[in-house]
Structures are given as C-alpha cells and as structure tokens.
C-alpha cells in the first residue's frame, strides 16, 4: 500500500541485498520511521517489543530472522537455536511455528554452505505469497461486501467494524480483514469502518486509524465498549476481523475483545466474518479455548497508555493507582458457532472442519 503516495510493503531486503527494513509501528500513527535488522536479536526483539506485529508479518520476520541468524553461523545446532528463539518470541500466532517449519524443512536437507541463499530466497517467497494471498482474501471479501451492500438496499454507506488490526501493517501487504475493506472502497462501495480502539496497545486507534486514513477510507474511531451499542441501534452492517490462530474445527483466536464483538454481533443478528490466510490454520487443534496458548504480556501495557502529549512528544501516561494489580491477557477465542463465515484465500466457507475441508487440504 502506499504511504504519502510512495508504494510500501512491512517487511523488505534492504538496497544493501542482505539486511532487513521494517516499519516501527510501535512509532506510529506519530511517526513513520524505518528500522533496519541486521542480526538474529534484532528480528527476535522486533516481534516481542512489537515494532512489528499481526500474525502473518510475525511469520515473515522470523523467517527474515533465520537469515540473519545464518549469515553468523548456518550449522545444524545453531539453526535449530535461532528457530526455537524465535518461537519464543510470541505464543499465540501460528504463522510464527508455520514459518519456521517451512524455513527448516527447505534449510536443513541443505549443506552448510548453501543455506544463507536459500534462506533468502525462501523468505522472501513466505513474503510474496502472503501478499498474494491477501490480495486474494480481498477479492473473495468484496464479494461478501457486495451480497451485504444489495442486502441492503445500496443506500447510505456499508458500515463495517473491525478490531485491532489485520490490515497492512500486520501482513506483508494488504491485510486481511482490511483488505475487502480497500478493495470495496476501490470499488466505490461506499464504506465506513467503525474502529476499535483495542486496548491495550491501542492497534486500532494507532495503527487501522493510520492505515485507512493514508487510504482515504472513512472511519471513526470508538472505545472498545462501543460496538455492542452500534449495533443494537442498526450502525453496523457487518464485522470483520483477522485471527492469529484458526483451530481445524473453526474456532479463531484473535486480539483480546474479538470475542465480545461476536457476542453482541450474534445477539443482534450482525454477521460476523473473520478474514485469514491459510497459514494460519492450526490443523493440530480443535477446540481453541482448550487449546490454544493465550499470550499474557507484561501489564505495564495496561497500567500505562501512550499518545502524544500537549508538547507533541510521544509519551505515557499511568491511568490507575501506583499499587492496584493489573493483568494482560492479550487474546480470546471466539467459538466457530459465532462466525457467519470465514473468508480465505481459497474463497468462503463455514467456520467448521467441514467447511475448512472443502477448501484445503489439513495439514497442508
Ligand atoms: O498483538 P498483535 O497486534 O500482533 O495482534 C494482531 C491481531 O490480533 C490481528 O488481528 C491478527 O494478527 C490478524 S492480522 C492479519
């Protein structure tokens, strides 16, 4: 997508052929500021701090990470280190583990020598693919769009609300719930995005505010709290959201508040469509709320909210008393029984192993 007309994607090999540029998004929407990785710590200290984040541009970095853990040392035990630091890094997101393997299963057959190029090209086809895969996500999603706009009556706008973010920022480019979203605007579907600030990091208000705006989508921003009330007044037509982890069976598993968003949208009869990219199925699990990890970051995310200040600096402000406990648990799962439809790149189907199944093959 572009950013002040000039074409960028999240993650790219730098002009030097060998090291990696991203975009500090802990730095947005008050600053745009490229950050060059060069080393193995580097990548692994962008995914945990979030410089980048969303799950399939977490998968990229690290395949990104594992080339540049190569560069140092390409043996067997430091390969296997390096994948097993970088899973680490962040719990939840299935892409990270599903990009890893990917990167193992091309790099280890291979000899010493030849592993460092091949990494390389292999990242750098993990990051192509995802873009055509969201491109493809959001072919398959302006359809939905369209069905929902002629439901509609085509009059006053397509009010759509979505949480966090799983736009571009969080993939390579296009995004995956915003990605219908740019397409229908494209399109001259006339959109309007009802956004969630999504606390605690606030990737709505920061990063899904920034990203439409850059694109000219209309949208509002609302507190976490407001989307059960949108809806009960007829203000939302449908919601859309990404996933970090979508369990055989259907189940998804997305930023902490997705799950109250279905539950009203279910209450008031809104459909609620999740967007995701195949690799973030998790063909090992069924049932999400047993078994998929919940990550609990540290609660100074809670304590603490960032903006800028009168002076026009970023900073941070603490909004509870100095003593009082808090925790961070930074994601839910909504059950398959309250998505309306899972919009892939594969096309649509049921949030259900059937469903899946007709789409792709498990495990593959
Ligand atoms: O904690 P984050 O910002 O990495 O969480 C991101 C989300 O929850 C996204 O909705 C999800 O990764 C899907 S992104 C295409």
Redesign the pocket.
């Known amino acids: 997508m572009k950013v002040d007309g000039k074409p960028y994607r999240s993650i790219w090999l730098a002009a030097d052929g060998w090291s990696v540029d991203i975009i500090d998004q802990t730095r947005l929407p008050h600053e745009f500021s490229v950050v060059k990785l060069e080393t193995l710590d580097q990548a692994a200290h962008a995914i945990k701090a979030?410089l980048v984040?969303?799950?399939?541009l977490?998968g990229a970095t690290a395949a990104y990470g594992v080339c540049l853990g190569l560069r140092t040392d390409a043996s067997d035990s430091a390969l296997r280190n390096m994948c097993e630091t970088l899973i680490a890094t962040r719990p939840t997101?299935v892409n990270l583990r599903w990009a890893i393997r990917a990167m193992q299963e091309v790099l280890l057959p291979l000899p010493e020598g030849d592993r460092v190029s091949a990494a390389y090209e292999k990242a750098a086809q993990i990051c192509d693919e995802d873009v055509a895969i969201n491109s493809a996500i959001g072919n398959h999603g302006l359809e939905v769009f369209r069905q929902v706009w002629r439901a509609k009556g085509q009059e006053g706008k397509l009010n759509i609300l979505t949480h966090?973010?799983?736009g571009w920022l969080?993939?390579v480019d296009w995004?995956?719930?915003l990605s219908p979203i740019y397409k229908a605007h494209d399109a001259g579907i006339p959109v309007h995005v009802w956004v969630d600030e999504t606390r605690p990091?606030n990737?709505g208000a920061h990063l899904t505010c920034w990203e439409l705006g850059k694109h000219g989508v209309p949208h509002t921003l609302v507190v976490d709290n407001a989307g059960g009330h949108l809806m009960q007044h007829g203000l939302v037509d449908l919601c859309i959201?990404?996933?970090?982890r979508t369990t055989a069976a259907g189940d998804v598993c997305?930023?902490i508040g997705t799950y109250l968003k279905a539950l009203a949208a279910k209450d008031n009869k809104v459909p609620f469509y999740v967007a995701l990219p195949g690799p973030t199925i998790d063909w090992e699990i069924d049932d999400g709320v047993k078994d998929i990890p919940i990550e609990i970051r540290d609660s100074h995310e809670v304590k603490y909210i960032q903006g800028l200040d009168r002076n026009r600096e970023v900073s941070e402000v603490r909004i509870l008393p100095e003593d009082s406990p808090s925790a961070n648990y930074?994601?839910d799962v909504t059950p398959a029984r309250m998505v309306t439809g899972l919009i892939t790149e594969r096309g649509v189907c049921a949030a259900s192993k059937e469903g899946l199944a007709g789409l792709y093959t498990p495990a593959s």
Do not use: E
Not at 53 to 56: C, F, V
């Open positions: 979030m984040r969303g799950a399939p977490i997101a966090c973010n799983a969080a993939t995004g995956t719930a990091r990737q959201t990404g996933t970090d997305n930023k930074a994601f």
